[in-house]
């Protein structure tokens, strides 16, 4: 099987996934991205409790691309601290995953 990665994140505001969805796909760091509906999130920050409402932003992205993907959203990212996780998964079917390949080549 080949393997294709998953970059997830999330950020405060729908505006702000949609352009980082298509600041990476128009930059062929990711073949697609997909913005997923509010989440809420509870989490620690500055010694307190927090519970804020989140949009999730989903990046499928050749293995080779990941370092560059991920330093294009930790440089636009609004956040101090942000999540970015870096998944590598096995696609069950190869054309997505040529497709992936193809689409993140300049």
Known sequence: M???SVVTTVVDAR???DLLAAAAVAGRLAAC??????VDSTYWW???VETSTEWSVQFKTAPD???ALVEQL???HPYEVPEILVTRV???HPEYAAWVFE???T
């Open 33 to 38: 991205a997909q913005v997923g509906g509010q």
């Open 46 to 48: 500055r010694s307190g």
């Open 90 to 92: 096995d696609c069950g």
């Open 2 to 4: 080949e393997q294709i």
């Open 65 to 67: 691309r990941v370092d």
């Open 15 to 17: 505006s702000v996934a």
């Open 103 to 105: 689409h993140t080549r």
């Open 74 to 76: 930790r440089a636009n």
